[in-house]
């Protein structure tokens, strides 16, 4: 998370031209000036702010994109402030412009700040830890000793270079990365120092995390721009093909194009709706869906069974087909006067609580002397409530029943002009029976058949199917999505969790008294351990001296990596 | 069987209910007995010299025995555990009772799991006993690492303050999973989720007395008349800080992998791995404002009491989508049992 | 907070420049990927955020024309009519086949059943067959439909087998209710309407071209 802050603070000249003191910035100088605004960490700050911010109106209004039925109704109730919102893209809050505009500015930001990172990264991990500072005293975890082993113990006496060598060694096992320099040589003392980086790939990671969150913004981008996602309304018995033809409704990305429809057809065999029956707190509970279908490609001549549940979409052809919702549909045929068919059809009735009370909307623009339109309710599980209304007291079908107004005159399909199917015009329709003509409405057990008013016909409900509502869904990008956000995760843990720190041992040879050794550290981002990690590398260099062979490293010089320091 | 086991889990909360609030009054009779400067608390973090001080207790000259003579060793900051604090009588009770209601409380949770028959987390009611009860949980683990006992009132008193809400508003009977949250997505989404709520629960609350320290030292600084008596014996607000840090990164890890857990679902569910809705939403804007706390920590002048206001606006955040959306928004994730 | 003072002015506005063009090429990339703004005017992105739950996809009325040479494979397929009839792609070579894909309360369905029973009985004399294919309805629904508006040629209900629209998805499928596509004698796609026919001469001249063809 840490950005270079430090670029712009520390080039004050740069940071502050203003057109009075240099009024010949030039259009190359305000791009760069402008440039170091929006990469600064300040920025950064304030757009990710901002983001949040912005990301609020979306979650209060409907969206076009998840709702847009609710941003119908939403015109509906809000006639006046609905199109000024609607100039705003409130409905359209996260492909809007002014939401747009922060996270490109946030991600350009961050590319800004993330490439010379990176460049200025892969440069430090191929240079040597920077060299011991002078006093160490001032370090973070300082510990000073005294060595006083004469030699008497171990047969000859620790020199500055065996404790270097050792204290060398003792890092690199560690994973960190190693330099000794030589120190202010007098006549009194000689000083030679190891200096030890690690943690490297907390800024690896770091890096990481950043880039991949582009990289998870332009899959994301991908994927939205050439997937596509459509749903269909399925009645038992019926079949769906992945084409454009057979969608309710179909929402297409940028680049969609009609060849990406993978063909196929899925059959609804049967919706399976367990509900539950013991628990007395939750009866009636929809405890499982199960869809049973016949899925067929088009090459192949048979079909397979399988299932489809929520949260087990089905694989086929590039897309998953997702069980969304479920309802019933009526089965419901007209008659004309002389008892002959004129509609007959399963149509869904869209539910309207936890009971199933469904309401739908029936049109029959063919065969009888008017077009009429029925509209009513389907209760799975008829009730009377006290005031006489019909209720659902059960999800199942239990005790059905089917209430239809009739209106007849013209149903507007004739115009070519779209509908809704699940509501009526009455505009041009005239009410047949129902609270307002006197005349009462239509009220239909399965098998059972009744009159139409003025002798238009008969209207008959023989029997009652489900239905279910499946989406198709197609993003070409997912797979790359889901790396980019374990690249992420990945970067984001080792960025937070792995210490980068610097450690120095210092070995100072007396010409008369004892070998003097310091230690410190020096925390590079958070790191709670790093005093204790001083005091433990102090305790086991003690420990690998006493214990050191004499002989492996007498008077070794670790000429190899030794920096000569003015 | 169902119905034995969950009416004895209400009691079970029922009873964590009045343990907890003991303890809320205890742990605030603590604080209360901080000013008076008779009773000498010193908290182990509190005690941040900056001193260099010879030490010779140190397990580190004991390693060196007589090898090597010691000459001086820096300390800036504590090692919680290396000398016990000195804690007052009240102090231990109130975390007594605390752990006592924890316990019930873990009881409570666990008997409802088992009525149900599947994770207690599967509605509001649930998911604010489970919620709460992980609150108290990462309180008291994280006490094992660093004595936080002085943020007792603010974390009860925020679990009492939801117990009581969720009990008296959301209680439902156990009533088997919807096909909806019938995946295994539930079990690690959810309790994240929850894990992360408890972190930056511990966060928001450092960071809160973090700001009245800093407040207090300035006052110190400019010879103002200090409030709040108590905020003596904490530790210095740098030390908050570093902590509330710590606390809310480990909580923006677990929300960073609640919205990975959430997207993983909701492509399985719903058909579409982010679809903005309501939920989804005010996830995202918590974790942003998170990250900018993060960032807003290692931006010069934002450091220290600016960052610490995040911290604060992030979990208010946090509740909101926990109390608010849930109830009230309309989305996808309003299956919540009400 | 690590920070790079160590840099070299001249080679920081080298690289300074290179870093710009990097930023501009992704950055154009990511507007193009993204569509910004919102300002999708596509008519298929229009008819879903419009939520008028018409329940079907719409067409605008654009015509697919394919050369001869261009034409994918002769589509098969094998269904039974309102009547039950069976019926397989193999009785219709050797003609123009014109297949509408329509339902009874799909309002440009209606609004195009003159034109198109029009142009039927114009062109049976020359061998040119009408096939409908309803995506929707039951036999009775149907019926009436065919009955209203004088309907002479028959229909393959569809909506329970789906075969005639799975035979006919694909490249050039019936990608909008209702959807006109007209067969060469080899039984290939030849032309599509996707939507309402704007006017009868439209189909007219797309079935002459396809008459004119020299059969092979």
Known sequence: MTRSTERIDAEPTERTPTAVSQPRLGIIGWGRWAWRQLTSMRTALFLLLLLALAAVPGSLFPQRTADPNGVVQYFKENPGLAPILDKFQVFDAYTSFWFSSIYLLLFLSLIGCVLPRTVHHLRAIRTAPPRTPARLSRMPGFIALDLNDDGKATGSAVTAPDAIAAARSLLRRRGYRVAVFEGAQTKDSTELSVSAERGYLREAGNLVFHIALLGILITVGIGGGFGYNGNRVVVEGQTMINTLAAYDSFNPGRFFTDAELSPYSIRLDKLAVTYETQNKDARGLPTDYTATVTARTQDSRNGYKTTIKVNEPLNIGGTNVYLLGNGYAPHITVRDPRGHVVFSDFVPFLPQDSNLTSLGVVKVPDGLQQQIGMMGFFYPTKAVAQNGAFYSSYPDVKAPMLTLNVYSGDLGLNGGVPRSVYTLDTSRLKQLTGVSTGVKSIELAPGYSQQLPDGLGSVSLDGVSRFASFQVNHDPAQGWVLLFTVCAFGGLLTSLFVPRRRLWVKAIGQASGPLRLEYAGLARGDDPQLETVVETLAQNHIEALRNRDPGASDGRHPEEDTRRTT | ?338 | MFARNDRDAQAGRLRARVRARVVLAVSTALLLSLGLAGCTNDALAQQYRDGSSKNYVAGDGSITEITVKNRGKPIRFSADLEDGTPITSSAYTGRVVVVNFWYAGCPPCRAEAPDLEKTYTAFSSQGVRFLGVNVRDQAATARSFASEFGITYPSVLDVDRGTMQLAFSGVVAPNAVPTTIVLDRNGRVAARVLGKIPDASVLEALITTVLKEPSQ
């Open chain 2, 1 to 338: 069987m169902t119905d034995t086991l969950s009416q004895l889990s209400l009691l079970l909360i029922i009873g964590a209910i009045a343990i907890y609030a003991a303890a809320f009054v205890t742990f605030a009779l603590d604080l209360a007995r901080r000013r008076s400067p008779s009773v000498t608390v010193i908290s182990a973090v509190a005690r941040h010299a900056e001193a260099e001080t010879p030490t010779s207790t140190t397990r580190l000259a004991n390693a060196i025995g007589n090898t090597g003579v010691l000459v001086r060793q820096s300390t800036t900051s504590a090692d919680a555990h290396e000398e016990r604090p000195q804690t007052s009588g009240v102090l231990r009770a109130a975390f007594v009772l605390t752990l006592v209601g924890f316990g019930l409380h873990l009881g409570a949770d666990v008997l409802r799991g088992i009525a149900a028959g599947r994770v207690p987390w599967a509605n509001m009611w649930e998911f604010s006993m489970t919620g709460t009860l992980i609150i108290v949980g990462v309180f008291l683990l994280v006490t094992l690492k660093y004595d936080l006992r002085f943020l007792g009132t603010f974390v009860i008193g925020l679990v009492l303050l939801l117990l009581g809400i969720a009990s008296a508003r959301y209680y439902v009977p156990v009533a088997p999973l919807p096909p909806a949250l019938q995946s295994y997505w539930l079990v690690i989404h959810v309790i994240v989720a929850i894990i992360a709520t408890g972190f930056f629960a511990l966060g928001f609350a450092l960071s809160g007395v973090q700001l009245l320290k800093a407040r207090r030292e300035r006052q110190e600084t400019d010879a103002r008349p200090p409030q709040f008596a108590f905020l003596r014996t904490l530790p210095k607000w740098a030390a908050l800080e570093n902590l509330a840090y710590r606390m809310n990164i480990v909580g923006f890890i677990l929300w960073t992998f609640t919205l990975i857990a959430g997207a993983i679902w909701a492509e399985k569910a719903w058909g579409r791995y982010w679809g903005w809705d309501t939920k989804e939403v005010w996830t995202f804007i918590i974790w942003v404002l998170y990250a900018g706390y993060i960032h807003a920590r290692a931006t010069r002048g934002w450091r220290g009491s600016r960052s610490a206001w995040l911290a604060l606006i992030g979990f208010s955040a946090v509740m909101f989508n926990f109390g608010i959306v849930n109830v009230f928004f309309k989305g996808l994730h309003s299956y919540s049992g009400l």
